[in-house]
């Protein structure tokens, strides 16, 4: 078992994704930095798609009554076990009545802490996923709070596995964001696309302090709409890292609650870099590039082909 | 149908460019079809008024090869025989504490609350959509006469069960959530069950009549 005793700013019971039910609106839910999530499970040697933490803001700390193997990848954290500093992407055991601290973000967003052994939480819709608005999955719906306890079926203490240097991706701002012409690409006008691609210090955008799970909002210079064109679509799907323009002309990144949206698409985040919106924090700098099909489809291979070199064979 | 790609792993299929009956029914025969395939390397399929949207497994096909499997798939999908939508009906408490916007729907459309009321539960609504959220039915087409804009600045929050509508539309909010759409009255017929399949009561082309209480 295990005891939240500080829940930090947030700390949700996250995993893979909820896939299947889009149609009647059923949204992912999914860890949003899923490359942490899938190495977390390898460290703590758990099978893919077991349940995680994902936990923004300083001070989250845990109790773990039990014998497991641990650990935190994500964000750049200062972490400890009772007195000992431990390496975040390095498996580590912790022994019955061990307290995990992580002290403080140092860079990035959000980080994932995983046990060996199945946590003990709601699987519905074929997801251990928390469902925030709908209040299900995970934890009785709701994010973790002081106090709360989670059963860990069979714990176990697997061998040390860490997650080679050059393979940790890096989350310093400003983030610069490679994304794919959307359907609504052409609502703007060129200057307004120009400029947004320009990667100049008059292009960027600001994290607003307004986003959350559903979606991140950023602050900057409004993109202009063609004058002929609907400020807003006919609900239609989208797919997680679309972007929306609304008619205030401010992009919004669209992360894994909604399946239909009614604002212009103006691009899609590159899935190579999806990973990257869990670590957008408020106030951080963002950039966007503009790249093609065959160069995101190079990366995203390029980004598999790394997670892969990472397990054992 | 227009095939477009949707970032490395979707494909946009457009049937039309406006709202009808009969672009939702060809979507609708469409999506179900595809859905009876059973395909691993479908990840999910959305559709939608003027399109379907899905999601396939980039790491089970290739863009090329999924969109070759999906014209010859569909090529005679005009025999595919699919099941009849249901009808249900749904009652309502229309105005008052239920409708905060009912007096705006009147002022804008000039009409009283016994009109507006009256012209709302006697069309037999057909569903275009089911999403935004989980179990929420997009459904059209209002009568023209109360017709009324979104809100400028969307509700934070509106309760589990409200009925509201926007443009020609009409839609039921099937958990507390913000909402941009007028609220003129407020069901109590759980609209999504996540512990029973097929979780959302009201499915794409589904029928609805509202019955005022």
């Known amino acids: 078992m295990i005891e939240i005793i500080n829940s930090a700013w947030f700390t949700l019971v996250v995993d893979g994704g909820r896939n299947g039910y889009a149609d009647v609106g059923v949204p992912g839910s999914a860890a949003l930095d899923q490359f942490a999530y899938n190495l977390l499970n390898f460290l703590v040697g758990n099978e893919n798609g077991a349940p995680v933490l994902e936990v923004m803001g300083n001070e989250f700390t845990v109790k773990v009554n039990c014998e497991t193997t641990c650990a935190i990848t994500g964000a750049q954290v200062t972490a400890y076990v009772d007195d000992k500093q431990i390496t975040p992407w390095v498996s580590f055991a912790a022994r019955t009545g061990s307290t995990i601290r992580v002290k403080q973000v140092l860079e990035g967003f959000r980080y994932y802490v995983g046990f060996s052994g199945l946590m003990n939480v709601d699987r519905v819709i074929d997801s251990y996923s928390t469902n925030l608005e709908c209040r299900f999955g995970g934890f009785r719906g709701r994010p973790l709070i002081k106090g709360d306890r989670i059963g860990l079926k069979e714990p176990k203490v697997v061998g040390e596995r860490f997650v080679p240097e050059e393979v940790i991706p890096a989350m310093e701002q400003p983030h610069v964001l490679r994304v794919l012409e959307g359907p609504e690409f052409h609502y703007f006008t060129s200057e307004a696309i120009n400029r947004l691609f320009e990667k100049k210090d008059h292009s960027w955008y600001i994290v607003s302090t307004k986003s959350n799970r559903t979606g991140i909002r950023l602050e900057g210079k409004p993109l202009i709409f063609r004058k002929e064109m609907d400020k807003s679509i006919t609900s239609e799907g989208i797919l997680p890292g679309t972007i929306q323009v609304p008619g205030d002309g401010l992009p919004i990144f669209m992360l894994n609650e909604r399946t239909i949206g009614g604002y212009a698409r103006i691009g899609m985040v590159a899935k190579a870099d999806q990973d990257r919106l869990a670590h957008l924090k408020p106030k951080d700098k963002v950039f966007f590039q503009l790249i093609g099909i065959d160069e995101a489809e190079r990366l995203w291979r390029q980004k598999i082909e790394l997670f892969y070199r990472t397990l054992p064979q | 149908m227009d095939y477009s790609r949707y970032g490395e792993d979707g494909v946009r299929v457009l049937f039309g460019n406006t709202i009808d009956l009969e672009t939702n029914r060809e979507i609708r025969k469409f999506y179900l079809f595809l859905k009876s ?28 090869d999924f969109i070759a499997f999906l014209k010859q798939k569909t090529e005679n999908i005009s025999s595919v025989q699919i099941p009849e939508p249901k009808s249900h009906e749904i009652p309502v408490h229309y105005g008052g504490e239920y409708g905060p916007d009912m007096e705006f729907v009147c002022s804008y459309s000039g ?103």
């Open chain 2, 111 to 213: 009409l009283n609350e016994e009109e507006v009321i009256e012209i709302h539960s006697s069309i037999v609504y057909t569903v275009f959509a089911v999403g935004f959220i989980p179990g929420f039915p997009y459904m059209g087409t209002l009568d023209r006469r109360i017709y009324a804009p979104r809100l400028e600045t969307p509700r934070l929050k509106v309760p589990e069960g409200s009925v509201g509508l926007a443009q020609l539309q009409t839609g039921i909010y099937s958990f507390e959530s913000p909402a941009g759409w007028r609220i003129i009255g407020k069901t109590n017929v759980q609209l999504f069950d996540a512990t029973k399949k097929p979780y959302s009561l009201l499915q794409m082309g589904d029928l609805v009549r509202f019955v005022p209480i």
């Open chain 2, 37 to 64: 395939l059973h395909r691993q390397d479908i990840i999910d399929i959305i559709p939608s008024f003027k399109s379907c949207l899905i999601h396939f497994n980039n790491r089970l096909t290739s863009y090329d």
